[in-house]
């Protein structure tokens, strides 16, 4: 008999949770930004450490269970050391994003933001080649959203202008929250 295949993708269920994480991702600077907006950087700050609490203590419960304390444990200590530096650089820099959307407009964070996906795939493959799948469809993902970011950080009346775009369609794309 024929060997089964060892993994069997479920394309719909992929991607529609890939679909979601997208929109929660998109969706979270523009919430930080309603949470924070005239409290200044402090209160950013305190809101990072705020979530990273509730996230540890997510972690000491899950640690409860007998096969995750065993993966984690398994960790050899070089891996470890690389676990503790990225965990407390994303968090430093998670902080710093917080406190910068208290002070500064979204679109001014959000392209300097996406720019670290250029960066991570720089790093990665520098750090990491035998490892990380960097191909032209990767390369592509990073550029897009990259101008992605640049894209709606630009004046949307600058584009309608230049557009010359009918008078009821540039109500709707004017439109503010």
């Given at each position: 008999?024929?060997?089964?295949?060892?993994?069997?993708?479920?394309?719909?269920?992929?991607?529609?949770?890939?679909?979601?994480?997208?929109?929660?991702?998109?969706?979270?600077?523009?919430?930080?930004?309603?949470?924070?907006?005239?409290?200044?950087?402090?209160?950013?700050?305190?809101?990072?450490?705020?979530?990273?609490?509730?996230?540890?203590?997510?972690?000491?419960?899950?640690?409860?269970?007998?096969?995750?304390?065993?993966?984690?444990?398994?960790?050899?200590?070089?891996?470890?050391?690389?676990?503790?530096?990225?965990?407390?650089?994303?968090?430093?820099?998670?902080?710093?994003?917080?406190?910068?959307?208290?002070?500064?407009?979204?679109m001014l964070v959000m392209p300097l933001l996406q720019l670290s996906l250029a960066f991570r795939m720089l790093f990665s493959t520098w750090l990491n080649p035998q490892h990380e799948v960097v191909g032209p469809l990767v390369f592509a993902g990073v550029?897009?959203?990259?101008?992605?970011?640049?894209?709606?950080?630009?004046?949307?009346?600058?584009?309608?202008?230049?557009?010359?775009?009918?008078?009821?369609?540039?109500?709707?794309?004017?439109?503010?929250?």
């Amino acid at each position: 008999s024929p060997a089964l295949p060892l993994f069997v993708p479920r394309i719909l269920a992929g991607y529609l949770f890939a679909s979601l994480a997208a929109v929660s991702y998109g969706t979270t600077p523009v919430m930080a930004r309603f949470a924070l907006e005239h409290t200044g950087p402090s209160t950013g700050i305190l809101g990072g450490l705020i979530a990273y609490f509730a996230a540890t203590a997510v972690a000491a419960l899950a640690m409860l269970s007998a096969q995750i304390r065993r993966n984690v444990f398994a960790l050899t200590r070089d891996n470890g050391r690389w676990f503790v530096l990225s965990g407390v650089l994303v968090a430093a820099a998670q902080g710093f994003f917080f406190a910068a959307v208290a002070v500064a407009p979204v679109m001014l964070v959000m392209p300097l933001l996406q720019l670290s996906l250029a960066f991570r795939m720089l790093f990665s493959t520098w750090l990491n080649p035998q490892h990380e799948v960097v191909g032209p469809l990767v390369f592509a993902g990073v550029v897009v959203s990259v101008l992605g970011a640049l894209m709606v950080s630009v004046d949307t009346g600058l584009i309608v202008d230049a557009l010359a775009i009918p008078e009821p369609l540039a109500r709707v794309l004017l439109w503010r929250v």
